[in-house]
């Protein structure tokens, strides 16, 4: 839930328009291999049938995102404790989060479009700041706690997080109309483009004035993901302030921008 209540602290401070410089699109740059691995499909098959060669493959072929899971997302203890499996069983029998699990595989059947906007999202990102790595994307079934996981070069996206606005245990868990207002598939990419960018440019600690530069760092982040969305994904009229200064300071990087501590005078 920390992680959550951060990135609702974006659409607090969320702005629009912003006018980073970004060379051109080079389609080269779409020969790089991002994929988009369905690992809640494996996930839900040992939660739901208890299927032992589900829970085999995740172990395999998945281990750091069934790590990150166990340990981190659901925070079931030690992903080598000997009772863990069935620990992860039990916790998913709970009847909200069976149902939640059959939504997914219903909602999400396809996600070859989310993948293709992940694709290009992600490539335009690595031509603003070059040298960055393309991360490794794949889905997972989480307690509706995080929505996004960023782990090294792994991003997970939490399904369960991404069902509609008006989905019921939304509603009935009490989060508020504008939290559901972003528990769609079209805050998915921004969303990853968001946490990845907190990964690589970590929120300030330890000032006399942390609230103050940490809704600032909110704001560079914003406005880039809007910049490589190429749409207004974050709006608040606070953004003409960062227009102007990305207007007069037209040689500015993307990454000496996300850098800044505060606007310079």
Known sequence: MRIFCLFLLLTLVALTGCQLQVRPYDEQHQQDDVVLYRYDRVESQYLTLADFAALHQMRTDYPQQTRTLIE??????????????????????????????????????????????????????????????????????????????????????????????????????????????????????????????????????????????????????QCVVNKVMDRRVFTNDSILLLDQFITDHPGFTTEQFLRLDSMPQ
């Open 72 to 221: 981190n997302v659901l925070q079931l203890g030690p992903v080598d404790d000997p009772d863990i499996n069935n620990r992860l069983l039990l916790f998913f029998q709970d009847s909200t989060l069976q149902a939640i699990i059959g939504d997914v595989a219903r909602q999400y059947e396809n996600t070859d479009l989310i993948e293709k906007q992940l694709v290009t999202a992600f490539h335009r990102l690595s031509v603003m700041l070059p040298g960055m790595k393309v991360p490794h994307f794949y889905t997972q079934i989480g307690s509706l706690d995080q929505s996004i996981v960023v782990s090294d070069t792994l991003v997970g996206i939490s399904l369960d997080k991404y069902l509609g606005e008006n989905y019921p245990a939304y509603i009935h868990y009490g989060y508020t109309p504008k939290q559901r207002r972003m528990m769609t598939r079209e805050y998915i990419v921004p969303d990853c483009l968001g946490f990845y960018l907190l990964s690589l440019f970590p929120m300030p600690e330890n000032t006399d004035t942390l609230t103050d530069k940490r809704h600032f760092h909110m704001m560079k982040i």
